[in-house]
C-alpha cells in the first residue's frame, strides 16, 4: 500500500498536455496536435490539478485561461520536456558511438607509472580514456558527485551508494636518505632527524596524515621543518641533502630523476631497544559505480594488475635496490 505522504509527480504526458494545450490555446487544439481525444485531454488536466492540489485553468472565463499557477507550470514543464529531450539524445549518442569516453582520475604517483600504460592498452579499444590527476580527497569527491566514472586512490573503506572498490596492489612505505649520507647503525627515526631534518609530506595529504599517525604511534617526537603537498619538493630537498623523507616506492618513482642521489631503507631498519619498526602501507583501489561500464572494469583491473606484476613493479625493484618484501605486492 503506497504511503499517503509520499510525494507524487506528474508523468511526462500530462506534462506534455499542458504544454500542447498552453501552446495552442484550447482543448480541442491540443486534442489535434497530441492525436488524442478531447475528453483525455481534459482527465490529464484535472490529474494535474489534482498531483498540485491547484486550479490549472480559470473556468469562469471563455475560454478557459490558465491561472498563475498553470502559467508556472507550463515554464517548469517546457524546460523539463526539454532537458528529456537532451537527455534521450544523448543516450542515445552514447550508444550509437563506436567509442565510449571513459573519466579516469588517479593520483599523481599511479599517474606516473601507470598512466602511459592504460593509455596504450586502451587506445585500440571501443573506449576513450580521458585521464587526469589529483589530491586523493578531490578524486574521491569527484566520483561521488559524477565528474568522474573511475577513480584510482589509497583510500579504503566505501563511498556513498552504488560506488563499488576492488583492491589494485599495496606498497610498503620506506625512508629515503640522501646518497651521500653515511649511517650505517640506524637506530630510531628520532635519533635519524636530530642530524637529518625530515621533510615532511604535509598534513593536508593523505601520506602525510598517515606518516604522523606512524610516528606517534610508534614514539617518534621528530621537529617539525619543512613540509609540502607533493612529492616533487620533498625528494627535491632529500636528493640536494638536506633532509629525509617517508614515501613509498610508487612516490620515488613518480619523480626517478632523483634516484641516484637517494638512499632507499625499509623502515625495518630502524629500531628502538631492539625492536625493528613495524611496516607501514597503503593500499590501491579502483573505485567505479556499479552497472555503469559494462566489462570495462574487469578488464581495466586486470591489465593494472599485470602491468605492476610484469613491467613497474620490476623496475622499481632493480632502480631503489629493495628486497621482494619492501616492494609493491600485487592483488590477485
Wanted: contains cysteine; neutral net charge.
Amino acid at each position: 500500500m503506497q504511503d499517503s505522504s509520499a510525494k507524487r509527480y506528474p508523468e511526462w504526458d500530462p506534462l506534455m498536455t499542458w504544454v500542447a494545450l498552453i501552446q495552442t490555446g484550447s482543448v480541442s487544439g491540443a486534442s489535434r496536435q497530441l492525436g488524442i481525444s478531447q475528453a483525455a485531454v481534459s482527465q490529464r488536466v484535472k490529474l494535474l490539478e489534482e498531483i498540485f492540489d491547484t486550479p490549472l485553468l480559470d473556468r469562469t472565463s471563455r475560454p478557459a485561461l490558465p491561472t498563475a499557477a498553470g502559467n508556472r507550470l507550463y515554464e517548469h514543464a517546457t524546460a523539463t520536456l526539454r532537458s528529456a529531450d537532451q537527455m534521450m539524445e544523448g543516450v542515445r549518442r552514447i550508444s550509437r558511438s563506436k567509442r565510449q569516453i571513459v573519466r579516469l582520475g588517479c593520483t599523481d604517483s599511479f599517474a606516473a607509472a601507470g598512466g602511459p600504460i592504460i593509455i596504450r592498452a586502451l587506445s585500440s579499444t571501443a573506449h576513450q580514456i580521458r585521464l587526469w590527476s589529483g589530491s586523493t580527497d578531490v578524486l574521491e569527491r569527484e566520483l561521488e558527485q559524477r565528474q568522474l566514472d573511475i577513480a584510482i586512490t589509497p583510500v579504503e573503506g566505501m563511498l556513498s551508494d552504488g560506488i563499488r572498490k576492488v583492491k589494485l596492489f599495496s606498497e610498503p612505505f620506506v625512508a629515503a636518505l640522501p646518497a651521500s649520507w653515511e649511517w650505517d647503525k640506524p637506530g630510531t627515526l628520532t635519533d635519524l632527524s636530530r642530524s637529518l631534518p625530515l621533510i615532511r609530506y604535509s598534513a593536508r595529504s593523505r601520506n602525510g596524515k598517515c606518516i604522523e599517525a606512524y610516528l606517534n604511534a610508534n614514539g617518534d617526537a621528530v621537529e617539525r621543518t619543512c613540509e609540502f603537498d607533493t612529492t616533487e619538493p620533498v625528494l627535491s630537498m632529500v636528493s640536494s641533502g638536506l633532509g629525509f623523507t617517508l614515501t613509498t616506492p610508487l612516490c620515488i618513482w613518480q619523480a626517478r630523476h632523483n634516484i641516484p642521489q637517494l638512499r632507499v631503507l625499509p623502515l625495518s631498519a630502524f629500531h628502538r631497544n631492539g625492536t625493528r619498526y613495524p611496516p607501514l602501507s597503503r593500499t590501491f583501489y579502483l573505485s567505479y559505480r556499479e552497472s555503469e561500464l559494462g566489462p570495462l572494469v574487469d578488464e581495466l583491473r586486470n591489465l593494472i594488475v599485470q602491468a605492476f606484476s610484469r613491467q613497474v613493479n620490476p623496475d622499481i625493484v632493480a632502480a631503489l635496490s629493495l628486497g621482494k618484501e619492501d616492494a609493491i605486492s600485487v592483488a590477485v
